[in-house]
């Protein structure tokens, strides 16, 4: 089975400054890993997700992960954050076979002021 | 493209009542649906997942009969709420996976909000 540990549950930064949101999951099995962001009263949204290859994967709105494996860790950064970056952030790991299933860390709260 | 939707939004029903809520893959043919379950401030949990055409396979702890999950076809799966109580009252998400966006991708649906009264 599979966990994800997402040890902050709400990360304050101001406009433009760096963020980091930690994840570290745990698997005796190859994974996948994402990461979901839920905006307030909307769905979750992909934002970005590793499945094999170059271990740093990007999105289209700045955010990039690193996965790394021998620290079980896929951290989510981006350099300078926007008021609209305020949101949810879930973490997300599954197993690369059968069914796939998804599971989340507890969520970390991102919320970024002027 | 590959858009989820969720009918109803949210419902408020009275206790012992059964509420249907429906999950539909709107431009793409979903070949495995999941149900989650989401508390206030809480991650998502997996409740079940079902194939469409097969039986659901549900998590350990959820009860089948309790929550009836039927994936009839390829763009729909209803979740069925029987004879719910306050304890049910919760944010059910629906997510679905089809053949695009990659592997271990799942599209999300909006979410329903249930109150049981």
């Known amino acids: 089975a599979q966990s994800v540990t997402q040890l902050d549950s709400q990360v304050p930064v101001f406009e433009e400054a760096p963020v980091e949101l930690r994840c570290n999951y745990s698997?005796?099995?190859?994974?996948?890993l994402f990461w979901y962001v839920q905006y307030p009263n909307q769905g979750l949204q992909l934002l970005l997700k590793y499945l094999s290859g170059s271990t740093l994967v990007e999105s289209i709105n700045g955010f990039e992960a690193e996965f790394n494996k021998s620290q079980t860790s896929f951290h989510l950064r981006k350099p300078s954050v926007h008021i609209s970056d305020t949101a949810e952030y879930f973490c997300?790991?599954?197993?690369?076979?059968?069914?796939?299933?998804?599971?989340f860390g507890t969520g970390t709260r991102l919320l970024v002021s002027p | 493209g590959a858009v989820v939707s969720q009918h109803p939004s949210w419902v408020i029903c009275k206790s012992g009542t059964s509420v249907k809520i429906e999950c539909r893959s709107l431009?793409?043919?979903?070949?495995?649906m999941f149900w989650y379950r989401q508390f206030p401030k809480q991650s998502l949990m997996l409740m079940a997942t079902?194939?469409?055409?097969?039986?659901?396979?549900?998590e350990q702890g959820v009860e089948k009969d309790k929550f009836l999950i039927n994936h009839a076809s390829l763009t729909l799966s209803t979740l069925t709420v029987t004879s719910a109580h306050p304890e049910d009252s919760s944010f059910y998400i629906c997510?679905?996976?089809?053949?695009?966006?990659?592997?271990?991708?799942?599209?999300f649906g909006p979410g329903t909000r249930l109150t049981v009264l």
């Open positions: 698997s005796s099995v190859s994974v996948y």
């Open positions: 431009d793409f043919q979903a070949t495995t």
């Open positions: 997510s679905a996976r089809g053949t695009s966006g990659g592997a271990g991708t799942q599209y």
């Open positions: 079902s194939n469409e055409g097969s039986k659901a396979t549900y």
């Open positions: 997300a790991v599954s197993e690369d076979t059968g069914f796939q299933k998804l599971v």
